[in-house]
Structures are given as C-alpha cells and as structure tokens.
C-alpha cells in the first residue's frame, strides 16, 4: 500500500439496542456491534460483509457518526470523536458521509435536487448562496446530471440517477471519507456497473477514503482493497481482497463465497455449505458464534470464543481450526 | 412430447394517452415438463408481466390484446374467469418476490398453506392441515408441525419464502412461476431456496419458469434462457450456449459489465444510458441507442427473431 496512515479507526467498538418487551416478543438486548476494531488508511476501499441483520449497516453509522457507540472509540486523524468540542466536532461530520442503499427513501421526496444537494453546504455555513449554486452544479456535471435537473424532483429519476444524485450530495462537503452502505444493490446490472465505475472515478479524483458495505462479494473484490467478513455483529475475519478471494481462512468466509451463483460455473452448483438461518441476535451462541452452522465444529468451538488473531501476513480471522481446514 | 405451456406471439398492452404501449411485445416461448426457463432482464424489461399474463393477473388497465397461452391443450386466454380461477394455485402456481408482503399477515400460515388443499382439492380441515405440516418438512422449515400456527412476522425472510413455496406447491403444480425469488434474501438463503425449487422440480417432474435478473442464477439453475429488453425477447439459448456464446450486443454487454469478468479496481465495461421506458413510442430495436454497434435500419424496424445456430435465436440487424 502506498500510503498506510489511518484517517477512520475504531476500537473495541460496541452498540448495542434494547427491546421493550411486546406481546410477540420478550425484552432483551441485541449486540449489533459486538467489539469490533478497524482500520481504514487514507486512499483504502474497505469492503465490509455479511448477511442480512450482522450488523453491517449499523457498524457503517458508527462509523460515519450517525449513531454514537455504547463503548469503545472512533478516531479519525488519530482524534477520538466522542471527545471533540462541538465545533470540532462539526468538522469531523463534514469529513465523511454517507451513501444509502435505497435512492428510494433516501431522498426528501419535497426537495428540488439542487436544494438536497446544497443542504449539506447549508448546514455547514460554506460560501454564498451564488456560489453554493455554481458549486452544487459543478458537481451535478461531475456525477453525470445534467445541471438542468437542478430544480426537478426525486421522482422524475431512475434508480441510477438518485444514486448518482445521493452521491454528490455525499461529495458536497468534500469528505475525506465516504460510508457507501450497499450502493448498488437496489439498482439493475446494468446500471450498477455505472454507479461503480463513478464510485472508482470519484474515489480516484477526490483521494477518498471509502467504507464499502455490500452483501455482493463479487462487487467488493472488484472494487476493495481490504474485505472484512461480518457474522452476528463481529468481525470474523480480515484480509486483503486478493488474499481472501484466493484462500479464507474462516469457516462462514468460505461458505458466503460457495453461495454466490457463478457464471463460469460450468460443474453445475456446488453443494450447500450453509444451513439453516443465521441465529437469533439476542441470543448469540457460545464459545465461536459461527459453531451452530459450522460444518467443521467441533468441541473446543461450543466453549472457547476464538479471537480475532494474525494468522499469516496482514490476514486475521476468528477459528480455533482455520490452520487445519484446507477451505476453498 | 408437446411442451407443458406453450406462448405465441404474447402482447400484453398498456393505454396511454397517445395510444396503446406493449410490455411485452410478441413474446413466444414454450417450456417442458421437468425443465426450467429462465426469463432475464433489468426492471422494467416485460419479464414480471410475462409471468402475471400467464397467470392472467395482468393489473388494470393492463391487458392481453393478441396471442395465446397454452397449458396442456388448453388455451388459457379463452377460458372463463371461473374456469381460470380453478387453474391459479392448482395446475399454475406462483412465487412471488416479495416474501414479506406476499403473505396475508393476520392469517396464521398453517391456514395460508391449507387454503389451496380445500379449495383446489376439496380436502377437509384435517387432512389438509396435515398436508401442510407435510409440506413445509419438505420445504425444509425446521419443527414443522409446530409452525402451522405461526404468523408470517414470526418467521425470518428466507422461512417466508419456505412458506410461500409450499403454498404453492400445495396442489403438486404443472407449472411453477417463480418470480425473482431469493431477490430479496442474503445469498446464503438464496442457494438454499434455488436449490430447493430445483430439487422439487426433479423430483416432480414440474416445468419452472424462472423470472430473475442475476445472470449467475441462469448459469446454475436453468435449461434455456430468454433475454428481454424492452417488452420483447432479443435472444433466447440453452442457458450455456448463451453464455459462453451471446449473440445479441445488449446479452454481451450485460455479460461484460459483470464485476467477476474485469480486472480488480479497473473501471467496469458499463453500458451508457439506461433501458427506454414504457411509452417511449420505439420503431426500431429498443436497444439501438445503447448499442454499440449499431446500423441505420437498428432505427427504422425491429429486427426478427432469428435462429442463428440450431436452437440459438437473436433478434438484432447485426446478425441477420
């Protein structure tokens, strides 16, 4: 890498959510971020991973500052953010933003594009109103809108175009660094090639800082130089991409590559790794989380939580046996 | 043997100010007992109203203006409401996207699941309740017999789309229209589901059509694909054949826009410009503005279907 210092850390991060007890369900506390620690250097593309309900998305809040960690730190420039004075503060919230993943309900269905664009700008008090314009029009020409659009509605445009629009709403304030949470999941193949290929160029252009969160793993090994492995709101295992698309090291790493259908598969589909549902947040299983649908468990794995630990060269991953598994 | 469903020349059609728009424009397909058709395209493309037609659920003020639609002999366009309703859920069935809102959420499943039985095969209370319990073990739902009294919101997305698939599988289907359904589930469920609809069908003897956007799904799951853009079909192969070897330039482009086909952090071979919309009043290929290569004619007519190799049918100038 060519430049190795962090600009977004977090350490021993947690956050958790308390549900009241209903008529369908008892209370009970939900980890969703179960101590987890990162590090995005400047200029990275950082993939995070994992299905549905691991926590993905609000790790990717935590990180942007939306929400605040119940423990733990978040650093950007080696500064730890909870810290900050307000006005300190509100420079850090300008240094990164976030896309989402549906251009749907992202955007104010009651604001011209040229005013959702500009608000963050707005808020952060940056030059005149003339010049808020031409700026918010120089990017509309960056992401590909054309700067007639400036005073139409969300619903005037496709799928790819409010991506395009959420994303310089996201570049408004010059971010240092950007929390893409699933970017083109909602949007057709065809259209998603464009949104990456725009997420590379601005990346490239503005010397981002990006937090990838997609379930695709064929998206993050084009688009990442780093993939972190997500299950039940730990980190499971963290690689270079290159390095954990040709050997994981973890169990549910290897089973999240054989359930992705494959094109070039001409050997027909590969049996089923994985059964059953991912378990019950609320009540996370013992010793290794994955053990319940782990088809190489064994007894050591029902009882001893194993760490998240250096396996060889910039390669961590969280299995007692990931030594002796020879995983595809 | 005569295809299980056979499609000719389908146009379902909206009204619109200036006139009547085509969805789906010309479709012909036919599928066969024990094999799966797979229909691909992006939103927008006819593939869902396809399925809807064929189930004669076209939504209002949608409707089938020419072609026919035929089940085992019988033309299903021709038949009466009454006699169409005894076919939906019984001969013809469907699984839809949407696990979360195509399930009523104040009906306990286990009655979901019965409702076909009684219905379809008159079956009383007792021995269809057993049935569904039956069912969903095959579906793979664990503690079957105990979930029958469950409701849809006690159970995670890919245990709907169970439930949703032994619905439909209550009446032991001819035919099985799934569309897009492990859309909206994580990829882990997804091949579980896949594989279960697929095992069924081997088991069964069932004809799928499958109804999807992800080219890899075609790859593993289906026997011939049909490719839609636009409302028509532009190329239709058995599904390896169409893969290794397209024939139609938006086919090839999809295919190269596929992150698994670039080299990593190089800028992906996206196609410009985006699909044309419903009422955008085409006279040539619907295509021709994305194209890359283009001809004068690709403007003024649409190109036919034609048979480029045995069994490999392109509809675009360039290869005619």
Same mark, same amino acid.
């Given at each position: 890498m060519k430049d190795t210092t962090v600009i977004l850390s977090a350490h021993n991060l947690y956050k958790r959510f308390t549900q009241k007890r209903s008529p369908t369900s008892p209370s009970g506390v939900l980890t969703a971020v179960d101590n987890v620690n990162l590090e995005l250097a400047i200029g990275e593309t950082m993939g995070i991973a994992g299905e549905s309900g691991c926590g993905k998305t609000t790790l990717g809040k935590l990180m942007a500052g939306l929400i605040q960690p119940d423990d733990g730190e978040i650093c950007f420039s080696g500064e730890n953010i909870s810290g900050l004075s307000p006005d300190r503060y509100k420079k850090f919230r300008r240094q990164t933003q976030m896309i989402f993943q549906d251009p749907f309900s992202s955007l104010n269905p009651r604001m011209r594009i040229g005013d959702i664009i500009s608000e963050p700008l707005l808020i952060s008090q940056a030059g005149s109103a003339a010049n808020r314009r031409s700026t918010v029009e120089a990017l509309m020409a960056t992401v590909g809108l054309r700067p007639e659009f400036f005073n139409r509605f969300p619903h005037e445009f496709s799928g790819g175009q409010r991506q395009r629009i959420g994303i310089a709403r996201a570049l408004a304030t010059a971010p240092a660094v950007i929390v893409a949470d699933?970017?083109?999941? &909602?949007? %057709?193949v065809s259209i998603q090639a464009q949104i990456i290929n725009l997420l590379l160029e601005m990346k490239a252009t503005y010397n981002l800082s990006l937090v990838f969160i997609s379930h695709d793993l064929s998206v993050l090994k084009h688009v990442c130089d780093r993939v972190s492995i997500m299950y039940l709101g730990s980190i499971v295992e963290s690689a270079p991409a290159q390095q954990l698309f040709q050997r994981c090291l973890h169990p549910y790493t290897e089973a999240l590559l054989a359930a992705v259908p494959r094109?070039?598969? %001409? &050997?027909g589909p590969r049996p089923i790794v994985l059964k059953d549902d991912i378990p019950s947040p609320f009540a996370i299983p013992s010793g290794c989380r994955f053990h319940t649908r782990c088809r190489y468990a064994r007894e050591k794995c029902i009882h001893e939580v194993p760490e998240l630990e250096l396996k060889h060269s910039d390669h961590r991953a969280a299995c007692h046996f990931s030594e002796e598994l020879f995983l595809s | 043997m005569p295809p299980l469903l056979t499609i000719d020349r389908l146009h379902t059609c909206f009204p619109f100010q200036d006139g009547v728009q085509c969805a789906v424009n010309d479709l012909s397909l036919s599928i066969h007992k024990g094999s799966t058709v797979a229909l691909v395209g992006e939103s927008g493309s006819g593939k869902s109203m396809t399925a809807l037609s064929i189930m004669r659920l076209? $939504?209002? $003020?949608?409707?089938?203006r020419e072609g026919s639609i035929v089940l085992d002999g019988t033309d299903l366009l021709g038949l009466s409401e009454e006699s169409m309703r005894k076919i939906r859920g019984s001969r013809i069935s469907m699984v839809f996207q949407e696990p979360m809102t195509s399930l009523n959420p104040v009906l306990r499943i286990g009655d979901q699941i019965m409702e076909p039985l009684m219905l379809h095969r008159k079956l009383p209370r007792k021995d269809a309740a057993e049935r569904a319990a039956e069912l969903l073990r095959t579906v793979g739902m664990p503690a079957a017999g105990d979930r029958l009294r469950d409701y849809p919101h006690q159970l995670s997305g890919g245990m709907r789309q169970r439930v949703v698939i032994a619905m439909a599988l209550a009446c032991n289907p001819d035919l099985l229209i799934a569309d897009e359904p492990t859309t909206a589930l994580d990829v882990t469920i997804q091949a579980q589901i896949l594989e279960l609809i697929d095992s069924l069908r081997r088991n069964s003897d069932m004809g799928i059509l499958l109804v999807t956007h992800d080219l890899g799904i075609i790859a593993e799951r289906s026997d011939v694909t049909c490719v839609m853009y636009a409302g028509r079909i532009v190329e239709s192969a058995a599904s390896p054949e169409l893969l290794h070897n397209p024939g139609h330039p938006y086919t090839k482009a999809l295919l190269a826009s596929l992150p698994q086909n670039a080299e990593p952090g190089k800028p992906l071979n996206a196609l410009t410009g985006q699909p044309p919309g419903l009422n955008s009043n085409l006279t040539g290929c619907g295509f021709c503005e994305r194209c890359p290569i283009p001809l004068p004619e690709c403007r003024q007519q649409v190109p036919p279907l034609t048979e480029t190799t045995p069994g490999h049918y392109v509809r675009c100038w360039n290869r005619i």
């Amino acid at each position: 890498m060519k430049d190795t210092t962090v600009i977004l850390s977090a350490h021993n991060l947690y956050k958790r959510f308390t549900q009241k007890r209903s008529p369908t369900s008892p209370s009970g506390v939900l980890t969703a971020v179960d101590n987890v620690n990162l590090e995005l250097a400047i200029g990275e593309t950082m993939g995070i991973a994992g299905e549905s309900g691991c926590g993905k998305t609000t790790l990717g809040k935590l990180m942007a500052g939306l929400i605040q960690p119940d423990d733990g730190e978040i650093c950007f420039s080696g500064e730890n953010i909870s810290g900050l004075s307000p006005d300190r503060y509100k420079k850090f919230r300008r240094q990164t933003q976030m896309i989402f993943q549906d251009p749907f309900s992202s955007l104010n269905p009651r604001m011209r594009i040229g005013d959702i664009i500009s608000e963050p700008l707005l808020i952060s008090q940056a030059g005149s109103a003339a010049n808020r314009r031409s700026t918010v029009e120089a990017l509309m020409a960056t992401v590909g809108l054309r700067p007639e659009f400036f005073n139409r509605f969300p619903h005037e445009f496709s799928g790819g175009q409010r991506q395009r629009i959420g994303i310089a709403r996201a570049l408004a304030t010059a971010p240092a660094v950007i929390v893409a949470d699933e970017p083109v999941s &909602a949007l %057709d193949v065809s259209i998603q090639a464009q949104i990456i290929n725009l997420l590379l160029e601005m990346k490239a252009t503005y010397n981002l800082s990006l937090v990838f969160i997609s379930h695709d793993l064929s998206v993050l090994k084009h688009v990442c130089d780093r993939v972190s492995i997500m299950y039940l709101g730990s980190i499971v295992e963290s690689a270079p991409a290159q390095q954990l698309f040709q050997r994981c090291l973890h169990p549910y790493t290897e089973a999240l590559l054989a359930a992705v259908p494959r094109i070039t598969n %001409d &050997a027909g589909p590969r049996p089923i790794v994985l059964k059953d549902d991912i378990p019950s947040p609320f009540a996370i299983p013992s010793g290794c989380r994955f053990h319940t649908r782990c088809r190489y468990a064994r007894e050591k794995c029902i009882h001893e939580v194993p760490e998240l630990e250096l396996k060889h060269s910039d390669h961590r991953a969280a299995c007692h046996f990931s030594e002796e598994l020879f995983l595809s | 043997m005569p295809p299980l469903l056979t499609i000719d020349r389908l146009h379902t059609c909206f009204p619109f100010q200036d006139g009547v728009q085509c969805a789906v424009n010309d479709l012909s397909l036919s599928i066969h007992k024990g094999s799966t058709v797979a229909l691909v395209g992006e939103s927008g493309s006819g593939k869902s109203m396809t399925a809807l037609s064929i189930m004669r659920l076209v $939504p209002s $003020p949608g409707f089938i203006r020419e072609g026919s639609i035929v089940l085992d002999g019988t033309d299903l366009l021709g038949l009466s409401e009454e006699s169409m309703r005894k076919i939906r859920g019984s001969r013809i069935s469907m699984v839809f996207q949407e696990p979360m809102t195509s399930l009523n959420p104040v009906l306990r499943i286990g009655d979901q699941i019965m409702e076909p039985l009684m219905l379809h095969r008159k079956l009383p209370r007792k021995d269809a309740a057993e049935r569904a319990a039956e069912l969903l073990r095959t579906v793979g739902m664990p503690a079957a017999g105990d979930r029958l009294r469950d409701y849809p919101h006690q159970l995670s997305g890919g245990m709907r789309q169970r439930v949703v698939i032994a619905m439909a599988l209550a009446c032991n289907p001819d035919l099985l229209i799934a569309d897009e359904p492990t859309t909206a589930l994580d990829v882990t469920i997804q091949a579980q589901i896949l594989e279960l609809i697929d095992s069924l069908r081997r088991n069964s003897d069932m004809g799928i059509l499958l109804v999807t956007h992800d080219l890899g799904i075609i790859a593993e799951r289906s026997d011939v694909t049909c490719v839609m853009y636009a409302g028509r079909i532009v190329e239709s192969a058995a599904s390896p054949e169409l893969l290794h070897n397209p024939g139609h330039p938006y086919t090839k482009a999809l295919l190269a826009s596929l992150p698994q086909n670039a080299e990593p952090g190089k800028p992906l071979n996206a196609l410009t410009g985006q699909p044309p919309g419903l009422n955008s009043n085409l006279t040539g290929c619907g295509f021709c503005e994305r194209c890359p290569i283009p001809l004068p004619e690709c403007r003024q007519q649409v190109p036919p279907l034609t048979e480029t190799t045995p069994g490999h049918y392109v509809r675009c100038w360039n290869r005619i």
